[in-house]
């Protein structure tokens, strides 16, 4: 794992996050049952103009477990928390699903800290999400689900990479450490249950309606094939607002800072330099 690994403590508990780089202040935010080790492909390369921050959100790898009743709310005061504790004013944001989610609510919530944001497949667009998770949200079914091992989390990329020749040991290993931390599966399934249903996401947490309001350039990045959140809602998106631009990847699910890292990195530093 490029940079390195830090532990800091913050109101909520410990918090976990690791640092690389100088320059602009950029903070990758990884998705639900993820973990900052995700951006493993990228924190090197972003590094090159940036001080680039990947942290573990409340729930997930080493940060603490505790989830409010509001968890969107909890992770929006979390990330300003980290910035103030790190003394960043302002950053670019770069967020994958559920982390695109939690940008977009940044941007709303505090604009003046927010310069760019880079929302990678993510969620809050639209309502329709993978089955999948809905079903997770069934009591005992999702906590069935959702056990770690390393064959489950096999089966979970193959759901999220398009090219399956990269679900490759190491990664399975990698992605099942951090999945079977203690506390990460309940914390995840408690995140899920909140803003999903049967009914795919919560109307709440919908924010098309509030788009307009966000001024910070937008580059939304989706792959063409992702299961997880349908790639419509990056093209709808488009074509409602003129501060946004839209790069797809083709033959790609919904990391594509895996599957195609080095014109990920490429795309966002660009994106990023633009006056």
């Not at 505090?110 to 760019?116: E, L």
């Not at 064959?151 to 999945?179: A, V």
């Not at 594509?256 to 633009?274: G, K, R, T």
Request: aromatic share 8%.
């Amino acid at each position: 794992m490029p940079g390195t690994e830090e532990i800091i403590k913050l109101s909520g508990g410990q918090v976990c996050y690791f640092k690389m780089g100088t320059g602009p202040p950029l903070i990758l935010v990884h998705g639900l049952g993820s973990a900052s080790a995700n951006w493993y492909k990228n924190i090197d390369g972003l590094s090159k103009s940036h001080s680039v921050y990947a942290v573990d959100l409340p729930g997930h790898g080493k940060t603490y477990k505790s989830i409010s009743k509001k968890p969107l709310d909890q992770a929006v005061n979390f990330m300003f928390e980290f910035m103030d504790k790190m003394n960043i004013p302002k950053a670019n944001i770069v967020g994958n699903s559920m982390g695109g989610l939690l940008a977009l609510a940044m941007a709303l919530e505090h604009p003046a800290r927010v310069s760019k944001l880079v929302l990678e497949g993510s969620a809050g667009l639209q309502n329709d999400i993978a089955w999948f998770l809905r079903f997770m949200t069934l009591p005992g079914i999702g906590e069935v689900i959702a056990t770690p091992t390393r064959t489950s989390t096999k089966h979970l990329l193959k759901q999220i990479l398009y090219n399956t020749d990269l679900i490759k040991p190491d990664l399975i290993e990698m992605i099942y450490q951090y999945r079977k931390e203690p506390g990460n599966k309940a914390a995840m399934l408690k995140i899920l249950r909140t803003g999903v249903s049967l009914n795919g996401l919560n109307p709440e947490l919908v924010l098309i309606d509030r788009l307009s309001e966000i001024k910070a350039p937008v580059l939304l990045l989706r792959g063409r094939n992702d299961k997880i959140v349908p790639i419509h809602h990056a093209e709808n998106f488009v074509q409602e607002f003129s501060n946004v631009q839209l790069h797809t990847f083709e033959r790609c699910g919904h990391w594509p800072h895996i599957e195609f890292h080095e014109e990920f990195n490429s795309l966002v530093l660009s994106f990023c330099a633009e006056n």
